[in-house]
């Protein structure tokens, strides 16, 4: 089975906890972002406001970068690269129809892309960059385009229907 990488705002740290463990108990390698040591207080700042404290500051670029080379050594494997943008969640106070993806975010699929390395998302995305490396006509890259009624928060659908497909080479 491929190992993969999940890619996400911190916003979803709590959900992407979950999902990593879901997917451990099925034997997969997962390598997620690093959100240990982040408040919820302070994730659901915009990133304006977050940016502003110097230790914040001084902590992102390596928190960045280790994701960067959980990327590289995933591709490396063989792997595949998971962007995790579920559906907004009021709560978080989303706006966007289609998920959130940050600039970390899009950095880190860029950075995939560069290394070809397979890059599949739980739902389409309003930015052209991003679609053109996730193509909306390859429908089965998309989650939410293939299974347009299903939860992506339903985490045996996503692997029964979806996700283990891809990560046993499909």
């Known amino acids: 089975m491929r190992p993969i990488v999940i890619c996400c705002s911190q916003r979803f740290k709590e959900e992407i906890k979950i999902f990593v463990r879901f997917l451990q108990k099925r034997g997969v390698l997962v390598n997620a972002p690093n959100f240990r040591n982040q408040r919820r207080k302070i994730i659901m700042l915009p990133e304006f406001y977050r940016m502003k404290s110097p230790e914040r500051r001084a902590k992102v670029p390596g928190m960045v970068l280790t994701h960067l080379h959980k990327i590289q050594e995933v591709g490396n494997m063989g792997g595949l690269c998971l962007i995790y943008n579920p559906l907004p969640n009021k709560e978080k106070k989303q706006k966007s129809p289609n998920g959130y993806i940050g600039n970390n975010t899009l950095g880190e699929i860029f950075a995939a892309h560069t290394r070809s390395i397979l890059t599949i998302m739980?739902?389409?995305?309003?930015?052209?960059?991003?679609?053109?490396?996730?193509?909306?006509?390859?429908?089965?890259?998309?989650?939410?385009?293939?299974?347009?009624?299903?939860?992506?928060?339903?985490?045996?659908?996503?692997?029964?229907?979806?996700?283990?497909?891809?990560?046993?080479?499909q």
């Open 122 to 169: 739980m739902r389409p995305h309003e930015e052209e960059c991003i679609m053109a490396l996730v193509p909306r006509d390859h429908k089965e890259r998309i989650f939410a385009l293939q299974f347009p009624k299903a939860d992506p928060l339903d985490h045996d659908f996503v692997w029964e229907h979806w996700l283990r497909r891809w990560l046993n080479g």
